[in-house]
Every structure is written in C-alpha cells, then in structure tokens.
C-alpha cells in the first residue's frame, strides 16, 4: 500500500472516530430523553392521568405527571444535537473545541434563528420551523474542531498561553464560524424546507383524487423523509405537512408517517439484535432503549447508528421506511392522532377489510423487518479500535 493510500485511510479512521466519540457521548442523552418521553405517553394514555397523549404538551396538561414526563424527555432529546457536535468538535481539539461546537450545533436547530439569516440575505423566512439536526450538527462538530485545532497549534506568546484554551480559541472559533453555519448551513436548510413544504402539498392533491399507487407513491416520498434526518429538517417538513392534513379529517399521511417514523429505531434495534457482531458493545444497550423509543414514534432513537455510519445506515432506513408509509397508504390506514405510537393504536383506521389497528402494527413489521435486514446486509463486521490500529500500523 502506496503511503498516499495509507495517510487516507488514517485519516478517514480518525475521522469516523471523532464522530464515534460525539456519538458515544449522545446515546445516554438519547436513551433518558427518549425513555422519559415514552413513560409519559404511557402515563397519558391511561384514563386517569389527567390528560391525552395528544394534549400532553397543550396548556391544558400542565402540572401533570405526563406533561413533567415530557418535558423531560423532550430536553433530553432536545440537547442531544448539540452533545453531538460538542463531543465531535472535543475529539478533535479537546477542551478548546467542545463549547463552540456544542454552541454553534444548537444555534443552527433553532428555527427563528434560521429564518431571520433568511431574511438578512433577502430571502423569505419560510415559517421559522427548520432546523440542521443531526447531519448539522456533524458538520458544526467537524468545523469547530479543527479551526479551535489550528488555533491550538498556533505559536503564541507565554503572556496569552494560559487563555489560549478557556477564552481566545471558543471564542475566535465561534466568531469565525458564526457566519458560516448561520449563511452556508442554516439558509439553504431553511430554503429546502419551504420548498419541500410546497411540493408536498402538490403531490398530496394528485394523490387525493388519482389511484392507490399514487397514494403509496406520496406515502413511499413521506416515509423516506422522515427517516432521512430523524428529526432534522426534511422529517420536520413530512411530520407538519402530515399533521396540518389532520385538521383537515385526512389522516392516510399522519398513519404514513407515524410508521414511517416507528421504523428506523426498531429497525436498527432488530438489527444490533440479530447481528451483534457489526457493532460497537455499546450500541447494544442503545439498542434497548431504541426499542422503547420506536414503539413510541421517537424516530431519534435510530440516530446514534446513523451518525456513526451514515452512509449504509440512512439508505436503509428511508428503504425500509418508505416500505412501510407506501404500504400503509396502500391499504387505507389513517391516524387522528397526531403523536403517541403504539399508545394511540386504538385509534388507527382501516380503509378495507383489515382492521385499522392490525394494518398499522402490519406495516411497523414490514418496515422494521426490510430496515432490519437491508442494514445488516450492507454494514461489515465491526473491527475494535485497538485493531484498526494495529492495522494502520502494519500498513505504514
């Protein structure tokens, strides 16, 4: 092996290690947000707790056990983006990058911040809902790092050395990123996400009058949106297109994209379960709560997998997600419920002769089972760090 070749594939190791570092750091904030959010759909779903898991973060449910639930699970879920980018950037140029990268990841899953750089270029707002997610905060992770690395490398005088890691080199990596990640990153997602938006809702009226393959064409496109980022800006647009329809007494794309959304964490779990060897050993843990987490519609569970190999992970999950929202649309399905998972199942609709309830859990199978198996076919065996190592060793 060419020495060119060699300082690629180290290279390329050390940078899905960083990544594996940021994701390591994440899955505890996965597993308690997602954990916490799901006891408080089961909680809302009982008769006596005070509220429903369709009302439990309105007005109406505060001061609830649900609504502290999720309030808690919604956090935890919430900070994980940016524990993502931080540990990324950390791995990277330790201490100096961690809070830049932390900070610049959160900044661009604010929506409002978003629209207004929109405005500052003289582009619309869009409706200040888009947000980076996670492949945003990846981005920001791997930015921050290495420009807070370059600051760190700098020849500085002894006067400024013991400020260099706590206040020079966040705040000169901040400043420089600032811009990039607000015009380079957070406009373009705040664009696509209007764009999306609109041709969603042209592709709904062709399917609302055409055939069945139109509506399982519309379900596969919502499907594969909603496992595209898991709760970045393209699930976002799927998610609110679907749920503006509710109101409306169209409930065939909420079922879609409820589905849709179940699969990717019971997919990746099916997997870590089946194949234990094509993963790290503490994937197999997330693998439990991402169980929890996709039984109760929270897509985000399937994220730590798909961080850390987005390039086979995330073409199976929209695979086995579109599957599932095509079939679903096939069959007639609708939810009136715009959240709760395995919660509101009582409430599924069908559009023949299989029950609602029995059609929904039919097309989580499906989709769990083509997720399932798509990824374990594409991923390798996962080879221990300590090996790699040694492998680039011998190499050089």
């Known amino acids: 092996m060419s020495s060119t070749d060699s300082d690629f594939r180290s290279k390329l190791t050390s940078l899905k290690d960083d990544v594996m570092t940021g994701v390591s750091y994440m899955i505890p ?13 089961a909680w809302a779903s009982l008769p006596f707790s005070g509220t429903t898991v369709e009302t439990m973060f309105e007005e109406s449910a505060r001061g609830t056990l649900a609504w502290f639930l999720g309030q808690m699970g919604g956090l935890g879920l919430e900070i994980m983006i940016p524990i993502l980018g931080g540990y990324i950037a950390y791995a990277i140029a330790d201490r100096p990058g961690l809070a830049p990268g932390f900070l610049l ?12 750089a929109n405005v500052v270029l003289g582009l619309p707002a869009g409706d200040g809902g888009a947000a980076a997610g996670f492949l945003g905060a ?15 490398n700098l020849d500085v005088p002894n006067a400024i050395q013991p400020m260099m890691p706590v206040l020079i080199i966040p705040v000169a990596t901040t400043a420089v990123l600032l811009p990039v990640m607000l015009f380079a990153v957070g406009v373009p997602v705040a664009i696509a996400n209007a764009e999306l938006t609109g041709w969603l809702e042209g592709l709904e009226n062709a399917a609302g009058a055409g055939t069945v393959g139109q509506a399982a064409l519309l379900g596969a496109i ?4 909603m496992a595209f980022d898991m709760g970045g800006p393209v699930n976002k647009v799927a998610y609110v297109f679907s749920v503006g329809l509710v109101g409306e007494q169209i409930y065939g794309p909420m079922a879609a994209v409820m589905i849709a959304g179940m699969t990717p964490p ?3 779990a099916l997997s870590n379960f089946l194949a234990e060897h094509k993963y790290p050993d503490e994937m197999y843990e997330n693998a439990k709560s991402a169980t929890v987490m996709g039984f109760s519609f929270i897509t985000e569970g399937a994220i730590p997998y798909a961080a850390s190999d987005p390039g086979r992970v995330i073409p199976s999950l929209m695979v086995g997600s579109a599957t599932a929202s095509a079939l679903a649309m096939a069959l007639g399905v609708g939810m009136p419920a715009p959240h709760g998972g395995i919660f509101v199942l009582p409430l599924a609709r069908g559009g023949g002769a299989i029950p609602g309830p029995l059609a929904f859990l039919g097309c989580i199978a499906v989709g769990t089972i083509v ?3 798509l990824v ?3 991923k390798p065996d996962h080879v221990p760090e300590t090996e790699t190592a040694a492998e680039t060793t011998t190499a050089d």
Request: a neutral charge.
């Open 222 to 225: 919502l499907g594969a949106m």
């Open 376 to 378: 374990t076919l594409l």
């Open 138 to 152: 990846i981005i920001a992770g791997l930015l921050a790092g290495y420009v807070a690395l370059w600051f760190k």
């Open 371 to 373: 997720t399932g198996v």
């Open 105 to 116: 990841s959160y900044l661009i899953q604010q929506g409002g911040v978003l629209a207004e």
């Open 266 to 268: 019971l997919g990746m």
């Open 29 to 41: 904030f996965v597993t308690i947000g997602g954990i916490f959010l799901a006891l408080g759909f």
